[in-house]
């Protein structure tokens, strides 16, 4: 198997900075965890920006701060996130694509999401796609449901996109496809030859999907995006989800990647120019 490349979402879209003490919101806060996370066993991070209110921002200068933050203080792996917040408009959402980060998601259809609907119609998902080759930015397919393959595969049809990819495997969003291993083995069973994944479980089920994706040689996503907790009633820190996982993986006898590793194992030219 390969090493284990550990990816922190740290922010997202959906936690409020009044549900915990520890969202790092600000490009300063996403450079300590940066930092932490790395420390910690994690080999890339997912990146959303907040303004210092906490609200939702896609602002090309507040991701230019926040790349520059992570850059300063770590050597993870920067991805950017295209899906934002829902009701950003696709302008918004790939905007963030001329800073060049190493990595930025594609989610590959739309999917219900709580009470709303995140759009990823086939124009959005051209439109961010094209953008991301013109800038020369690698995807990360995110699929939230069985047809994302499918939409995916339809992509590549158009020549929009090659495989292999690597593809983050989203469970559990109330809307999606749910968090169980027999889903997570249906997913990957049906993924193009050669395709290297992640799973990212939400809430409570973060970790048996992390523990399922160890033993498979999947990869692993954890981070307060998609889950609050360390365990019931006990608020987490993102570099303790991603120490567990670690700790977890070494017991399993899995190498945890580093991130130079971990570019090793995606095919990722290491990216040194400094942000555009
Ligand atoms: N916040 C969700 C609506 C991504 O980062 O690409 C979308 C999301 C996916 O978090
Ligand atoms: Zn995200």
Known sequence: MDPLIITCAPVGAEVRIDQTPHLPY???????????????????IHVHCRNDDGSNTHAVERFRAAYEAIRAASDLI?????????????????GVLQLRPEMATLTCGSVNFGDDIFQNSFPIMRAILKKMNDYGVRPELEIFDKG?????????????LSFPQHVDLVLGVPGGLEATVQNLCDLVDDLPGGCTWSVAGIGRQQL??????????????????????????????????????????AEAGRAVATPEKARDVLGLSRQTAPVA
Not at 82 to 93: N, W
């Open 26 to 44: 600000t490009p300063k806060l996403l450079g300590e965890t940066a930092r932490a996370v790395q420390d910690a066993g994690g080999s890339m």
């Open 78 to 94: 920067v991805q950017f996130s295209t899906g934002g917040a829902i009701g950003m408009t696709p302008d918004e959402r790939a």
């Open 148 to 160: 994302h393959i499918a939409n995916a595969r339809r992509l590549a049809r158009e020549r929009l």
């Open 208 to 249: 048996p999907m992390a523990m399922a994706a160890i033993a498979m040689g999947g990869h692993v996503r954890v981070g307060l995006e998609d889950n609050l907790y360390y365990s019931r009633g006990k608020l987490a820190r993102n570099e303790e989800l991603v120490a567990r996982v670690a700790r977890i993986a």
